[in-house]
């Protein structure tokens, strides 16, 4: 019912930038969060950034200076800016979103959401 699609990864030098993009496309009738993960290998997908239902954002420590995540309502669409970029950052990026979607005349469904991910490689 609803599907996210990210693009904008690809192998950037240490201290380079990088923007992604996240659009949600379906049946939506509210984005309750969006944001975006990684996994880098061996390790436990985790929070990068992300807005949350009231709007506030949160970043994880490692990010926090150097990545910015915007959104633009109107795409029901996230960005995530990533600038001064370490080869720490490395993983695949994966935007995920909390959606009420369109189930019928006058029903919604509230369901978690993941893109199939892309991946971000830093060489040092």
């Known amino acids: 019912q609803v599907q996210l699609v990210e693009s904008g990864g690809g192998l950037v030098q240490a201290g380079g930038s990088l923007r992604l993009s996240c659009a949600a496309s379906?049946?939506?009738?509210?984005?309750?969060?969006m944001g975006w993960y990684r996994q880098a290998p061996g390790k436990q997908r985790e929070l990068v950034a992300g807005?949350?239902?009231?709007?506030?954002?949160n970043y994880a420590d490692s990010v926090k200076g150097r990545f910015t995540i915007s959104r633009d309502n109107a795409k029901s669409t996230v960005y995530l800016q990533m600038n001064s970029l370490k080869p720490e950052d490395t993983a695949v990026y994966y935007c995920?979103?909390?959606?009420?979607?369109?189930?019928?005349?006058?029903?919604?469904?509230?369901?978690?959401?993941w893109g199939q991910g892309t991946q971000v490689t830093v060489s040092s």
């Open positions: 379906g049946r939506i009738f509210r984005i309750n969060a």
């Open positions: 995920n979103a909390d959606v009420d979607s369109i189930d019928g005349y006058f029903a919604t469904t509230r369901g978690d959401y």
């Open positions: 807005f949350t239902g009231g709007g506030s954002t």
